[in-house]
């Protein structure tokens, strides 16, 4: 089994705050997403990081894959109510010709207006 | 833009009855995937389906689980005898491929409740 961990499990900041969440692991993925889910549903795609050392920004959000390709952030710059939630990474690993996602445990994020 | 479906939102079943959740892919997705997440746990892979066949499995899927394409567009998850524990939030997933690019992006359904009683 392929562990993913997160870290924090739990954050809560203040709106206009800066903050990073951390996705690490022992293992090497193919690719590593990152997702967000709101309570009762599914995870919503956010970004897929594919290249070691890749960055990806989308709005603000930046998402970056470590070299290695074991490890992943996701930085939000100027946090705003609407960003809390439960965000979610997960690392492919090709197995039996299919990626089988492997989920981390996810982190709380509560942006506090 | 496309989605993945599920249906039913939510089902109650007693113990040891028989369910079918059930998946509309994307259209133009070749591979599919169901996972599981029990309440306040993390989402933990079950299966992954190509071309007809099961591609990967993980532990959990046991001889109780059996998945199916029955036609050109549903994908669906069968327990045959529920238990207890079989009480989870049910994922349905697909992608356009797989490797070490963007289309191996995988796509979620909204997930379909399962309370066994």
């Known amino acids: 089994t392929q562990l993913l961990e997160q870290s924090p499990q739990f954050l809560s900041i203040q709106e206009g705050e800066n903050l990073t969440v951390y996705c690490n692991s022992s293992?090497?993925?193919?690719?590593l997403q990152w997702y967000r889910q709101e309570p009762g549903e599914g995870p919503v795609l956010l970004v897929t990081?594919?290249?070691?050392?890749e960055v990806k920004k989308l709005k603000r959000l930046t998402f970056q894959f470590g070299d290695a390709r074991k490890d992943s952030s996701l930085h939000i710059t100027a946090a705003q109510p609407g960003d809390t939630g439960l965000y979610l990474c997960?690392?492919?690993?090709?197995?039996?010709?299919?990626?089988?996602?492997?989920f981390g445990t996810g982190t709380r994020l509560t942006v506090i207006p | 833009e496309p989605e993945v479906t599920q249906t039913p939102s939510h089902q109650v079943t007693q113990m040891g009855q028989e369910v079918i959740l059930r998946c509309v892919p994307i259209?133009?997705?070749?591979?599919f995937y169901w996972y599981r997440q029990i309440l306040g746990q993390k989402v933990e892979f079950l299966v992954s389906?190509?071309?007809?066949?099961?591609?990967?499995k993980s532990e959990i899927f046991d001889d109780q689980f059996s998945v199916e394409r029955p036609d050109g567009s549903n994908f669906t998850l069968k327990i045959r005898s529920t238990k207890l524990e079989d009480s989870a939030m049910y994922f349905c997933?697909?992608?356009?491929?797989?490797?070490?690019?963007?289309?191996?992006?995988?796509?979620f359904g909204p997930g379909t409740r399962l309370t066994v009683l």
């Open positions: 997933a697909s992608s356009e491929g797989y490797g070490l690019a963007d289309t191996d992006t995988q796509y």
């Open positions: 997960a690392g492919a690993f090709i197995r039996g010709g299919a990626n089988n996602l492997f």
């Open positions: 293992s090497v993925f193919s690719s």
């Open positions: 990081v594919v290249t070691g050392g």
């Open positions: 389906f190509y071309n007809n066949e099961i591609s990967e």
């Open positions: 259209s133009n997705h070749l591979y």
